[in-house]
């Protein structure tokens, strides 16, 4: 794992927390995409946001990335490694890696609403309590990404839907691309579910395109179907250029990669934006995890 100091990272926010928007300025930035120096001109984005709307479990551990120093080192690691473009996270965590000096000459994304705490009673009222639009062109960034879950019968998941559409104007008025995550979900004994079904993806994905004055700048981030056979059919929704999340996979891996890389062959899709199956793999190989991700572009 990269070392990471947090006696430093600590004095520097106790003492010089104007080091954060220095660290912001002094960036080196990049395209979002880039298909030169042996680039394969997609996306690898490495996902990091789930911390701060209390989604902290991996696998059977109900806790595993509450703790920082680990996860900034997964992180780090991650990051250095060949054909890794970016990071998605909230702000606490593109701060620490702000001064970390791990985010040059990277994509950076910032999370924009995660006010849809897991597991509470307004989960689906997700309001935006990350990044706004003027903080990720105050602070140089790269896109913004915004979750969009829709239970038909929960009046909350209209005010997520309306929000969701004026983020989407203030970013095309900034120029800046906005990944959209969209699902249709219910809530099961209480608990939210999503739809991974074709025809739910479907038309999430429908959903999501027509948000907004513009879809310009505007990206999807969507699930791979129950069905991996159904992609093709189900990425025809949109012209958007999508990438693929990756979610909880379980013990099967391998199973895993194969759905991405036959839903990479699609014509829209353009990357994978993954998280915990790769900073926290079953077999602990971080590099390893993220070098076969890797290849799958």
Not at 144 to 162: C, Q, V, W
Request: net charge negative; hydrophobic share 45%; aromatic share 4%.
């Amino acid at each position: 794992m990269s070392r990471v100091d947090v006696t430093e990272l600590v004095r520097l926010r106790a003492h010089h927390p104007e080091a954060v928007a220095e660290a912001a300025a002094r960036r080196v930035r990049r395209p979002l995409l880039r298909s030169t120096g042996g680039s394969t001109g997609r996306l690898m984005i490495i996902a990091a946001d789930h911390p701060a709307r209390g989604a902290l479990a991996v696998g059977d551990s109900p806790l595993a990335m509450a703790n920082r120093h680990d996860l900034l080192e997964r992180l780090c690691l991650a990051l250095s490694r060949p054909g890794v473009d970016g990071v998605l996270a909230t702000a606490d965590i593109l701060d620490d890696l702000l001064l970390l000096g791990a985010l040059e000459d990277r994509v950076v994304v910032g999370s924009m609403n995660r006010g849809g705490l897991a597991g509470a009673s307004f989960e689906l009222d997700d309001r935006f309590t990350g990044h706004r639009p003027e903080d990720l062109a105050r602070l140089g960034f790269d896109a913004g990404k915004l979750l969009l879950r829709i239970d038909y019968d929960d009046p909350g998941s209209l005010d997520t839907l309306h929000t969701a559409a004026r983020a989407v104007d203030a970013m095309a008025e900034r120029r800046l691309p906005l990944f959209v995550e969209p699902f249709l979900c219910r809530r099961v004994e209480g608990r939210l579910r999503t739809d991974l079904s074709a025809e739910a993806v479907t038309r999430s994905i429908a959903v999501a395109s027509g948000l907004g004055g513009t879809s310009a700048y505007t990206w999807l981030k969507v699930p791979v179907t129950r069905d991996p056979d159904d992609m093709a059919r189900v990425m025809e929704t949109s012209t958007l250029p999508a990438v693929l999340l990756g979610g909880e996979i379980g013990d099967d891996q391998e199973g895993a990669y194969e759905k991405w890389r036959t839903a990479l062959r699609l014509p829209t899709v353009q990357g994978l934006v993954v998280g915990r199956s790769l900073l926290y793999p079953a077999d602990g190989d971080v590099a390893g995890a993220v070098d076969t991700a890797v290849g799958l572009l």
